[in-house]
């Protein structure tokens, strides 16, 4: 079973910065894509960035060139960098992971409140 445990969040004034992580452990397979969703309390679930094994990057448009998304392969390790956050960046965030051959895990999420 996979285990995935996040940190990094809290609360920060709007322009701040965070820096999420997910640590993945007890796969038998290989992870594929990493990635980080939210969700905010009365929304749906969306998507905020994802990377593959190789390295290559997905954002949401709301998040370009404020976020950053990278992996340590070697730990099982994805990041999330936030910068110029927003009060509409609060909500839960989630890290998703996707192993080869195809299962999806889920972290429980943390929060991240951006408010003055």
């Known amino acids: 079973q996979v285990q995935l445990v996040e940190s990094g969040g809290g609360l920060v004034q709007p322009g701040g910065s965070l820096r999420l992580s997910c640590a993945a452990s007890g796969s038998p397979f290989s992870i594929a894509t990493m990635g980080w969703y939210r969700q905010a309390p009365g929304k749906q679930r969306e998507l905020v960035a994802t990377i593959t094994g190789g390295g290559s990057t997905n954002y949401a448009d709301s998040v370009k060139g404020r976020f950053t998304i990278s992996r340590d392969n070697a730990k099982n390790t994805v990041y999330l960098q936030m910068n110029t956050l927003k009060p509409e960046d609060t909500a839960v965030y989630l890290c998703?992971?996707?192993?080869?051959?195809?299962?999806?895990?889920w972290g429980q999420g943390t929060q991240v409140t951006v408010s003055s």
């Open positions: 998703r992971v996707a192993t080869s051959p195809i299962s999806v895990y």
